[in-house]
């Protein structure tokens, strides 16, 4: 296969991964409804930075750790559904009625970047997947570091471009989803599929 046709399977393979939603997903359609598009776009950079670090985890050889060792799998694992039931059992438990003076004035209450980013860096089936999905897109012979930057930068240009339409498309909503029983609503329900998604990690196999 050549060069160009590994980077279009791959830009292929990454489009279908970046459509399939997911927590990313519902993360940034609860951040855009509620707080609006600036703290949605906090959280989508988080996601991508956390993407990178998995890209510079595969490239300087943790992801194959993970990939290999049940105790780092399970230990990230554990870590990862701690804090999924944790930010899931709170957006559920109290979920809010309204925005406070902070988020109404555009200034930012809650790290929505370090939130994304953790969501993303605690969830050890992304290190699987880029460990084992990465290495059939580089060419034998080429930079094991180089390649697998560019192609994970491949897949954050695709997640940026998803999410920012996904931000887009609530904008002309922002009126109607900020209304108290919305805000809610959106509270609880993406605080039930953090929780599910938190049972369906603790339950996962390596």
């Not at 990862?80 to 555009?106: H, V």
């Not at 980013?117 to 089936?125: A, E, F, S, T, Y």
């Amino acid at each position: 296969m050549s060069i160009a046709e590994n980077l279009l399977t791959f830009t292929f393979a990454a489009t279908l991964l970046t459509l399939t939603p997911g927590l990313d997903t519902a993360l940034v359609l609860r951040t855009a409804t509620v707080e609006g598009k600036q703290q949605a776009f906090r959280a989508v950079l988080g996601i991508n930075v956390g993407c990178l670090l998995w890209g510079a985890a595969v490239a300087f050889g943790l992801g194959a750790l993970i990939a290999v060792s049940e105790l780092a799998f399970n230990l990230l694992k554990y870590c990862g559904t701690a804090y999924l039931a944790w930010l899931g059992l709170n957006m559920l438990l109290r979920p809010r009625t309204s925005l406070s003076p902070a988020e109404t004035d555009g200034k930012p209450n809650a790290n929505w970047f370090l939130k994304g980013m953790m969501g993303n860096v605690l969830n050890p089936k992304v290190g699987v997947f880029y460990v084992s999905f990465l290495p059939q897109f580089i060419p034998q012979g080429h930079s094991l570091i180089a390649w697998t930057f560019g192609l994970v930068s491949i897949h954050v240009m695709l997640g940026l471009l998803w999410s920012s339409m996904l931000i887009g498309a609530t904008q002309p909503l922002a009126g109607i989803l900020r209304r108290e029983i919305v805000i809610e609503w959106m509270d609880r329900t993406t605080g039930m599929v953090f929780v599910l998604f938190a049972t369906r990690l603790a339950f996962s196999k390596h």
